[in-house]
Structures are given as structure tokens and as C-alpha cells.
């Protein structure tokens, strides 16, 4: 079954629910992934069906430990602890399915697209935004920041979320760090970590159309 991991424990997966903002002081788009689509570090992402690259970007992701209800305001006290997650997407796909108003599902929800970095226990991270984040393609450091520079702070993307739908112990709740984005090719690697909470390495695979 779909999990992630934090110490000796895994826990099952339930809903993925990612965060980002696409434009200066835009609203947030809420988008899911299947549970499916997690892989752990140094697996390979699966290239796109006809080939070409992939896109990414690099979210703090929080699992969830307390059921919150629909009518309440999730605190941040339901949060089991923190990790990192890469939301993979074929960009091309996604261009075409936005023009048309279509679903992003088959973009962003195919098997190996959301790799999850191991979770670090909330009571071990202390401040949520006190962390250095770094990012690294083949070796290159690209990003250097920290975890104050989210698309969306973490209360207020638990809260957005809560008041929608109920957050239900394994699921994840993640949120676009800033910047952190950028294209795969074959053979590249990407790197990136949260001190105190976790490293997620994963590579681009062959094409199988060589």
C-alpha cells in the first residue's frame, strides 16, 4: 500500500492535497494526487509517454495524525510531522488540459509522480519555519532559502483546506516552497532538503521509445 515513512513506522496514505499560488498574490489552487503516485527516495520518475522533459516543484509537506472535521478550523496541533514532497507533472499535458478547462488529473496523477522524502516528528522540528531549504539538479545548487518563503504559511493552508474538506490521519497537506521549481530531462537528478526534516533525491528515467 502507498505510504510514507517517519522513524520505524509507516503509515498508510489517504488523500494528497498540494497548495500553490501561480500568480503574485493570486488565489491559492488546490489540486490532489493519488496515493499512487508516491515513490521514496531514489526511485525513478517514470519519463512522459511520448517523451520530452518533465516539470516539478519542491513542497513542505505535513502529515496529518488527528481527524479535523469540515466545521472546525484544523489546528497545528493535528499535524504528525513534516516532510518534503515533489508534485511531478507533464507540463505539455498540462498546458493543453488547462486551455481546454479540462481536469489536471492526467498531468500531475500518473504512477511515480510525487515522490516523498522520509517525515521528521513535529515535536522534533520545533519552529515549522526556522528550517534551510536547498535544491540541487545533477550536483548544481539552484536554490538556497528557507522555510519562511512558502507560497502560502501553513496555518492558513490547514485552515483553507479544513474548512473544505476533513483532514483524516495520513493524509498529506503540502505547500509550494518558493522557487523551488524547475524541468527534468533524461538521466537528470534532482536533490532537495530541509534541514531537520528530510532529503527527497529522485532521477528521470530512460524513455522506453529510446
Do not use: Y
Given at each position: 500500500m502507498p505510504h510514507f515513512v517517519?522513524?520505524?513506522?509507516?503509515?498508510?496514505?489517504?488523500?494528497?492535497?498540494?497548495?500553490e499560488v501561480n500568480e503574485e498574490d493570486g488565489p491559492p489552487v488546490v489540486f490532489l494526487k493519488p496515493a499512487t503516485s508516491v515513490i521514496h527516495q531514489d526511485e525513478e520518475v517514470n519519463p512522459?509517454?511520448?517523451?520530452?522533459?518533465l516539470s516539478f516543484g519542491i513542497f513542505y509537506a505535513m502529515a496529518i495524525g488527528e481527524r479535523t472535521g469540515t466545521s472546525i478550523k484544523a489546528k497545528m496541533s493535528s499535524v504528525l510531522g513534516f516532510g518534503l514532497l515533489m508534485d511531478i507533472y507533464d507540463g505539455n499535458l498540462l498546458t493543453r488540459v488547462r486551455e481546454q478547462g479540462l481536469?489536471?488529473?492526467m498531468a500531475k496523477g500518473r504512477d511515480t509522480y510525487c515522490?516523498?522524502?522520509?517525515?521528521?516528528?513535529?515535536?522534533?522540528?520545533g519552529d515549522p519555519y526556522g528550517h534551510e531549504v536547498y535544491m540541487q539538479l545533477n550536483g548544481m545548487?539552484?536554490?538556497?532559502?528557507?522555510?519562511?518563503?512558502?507560497?502560502?504559511?501553513?496555518?492558513?493552508?490547514?485552515?483553507?483546506?479544513?474548512?473544505?474538506?476533513?483532514?483524516?490521519?495520513?493524509?498529506?497537506?503540502?505547500?509550494?516552497i518558493k522557487e523551488c521549481e524547475g524541468t527534468l530531462r533524461?538521466?537528470?537528478?534532482?536533490?532537495?532538503?530541509i534541514s531537520s526534516v528530510g532529503i527527497i533525491r529522485n532521477r528521470l528515467g530512460p524513455s522506453s521509445r529510446g
Open positions: 517517519q522513524g520505524s513506522h509507516r503509515f498508510e496514505i489517504g488523500k494528497i492535497v498540494c497548495i512522459p509517454e511520448e517523451g520530452g522533459e481536469p489536471w488529473d515522490p516523498l522524502s522520509e517525515f521528521t516528528p513535529s515535536q522534533e522540528i545548487e539552484l536554490v538556497k532559502s528557507s522555510t519562511r518563503d512558502l507560497q502560502m504559511n501553513l496555518e492558513d493552508a490547514m485552515h483553507h483546506i479544513s474548512g473544505t474538506m476533513t483532514l483524516a490521519p495520513g493524509d498529506l497537506l503540502a505547500v509550494k533524461t538521466g537528470d537528478e534532482i536533490e532537495a532538503g
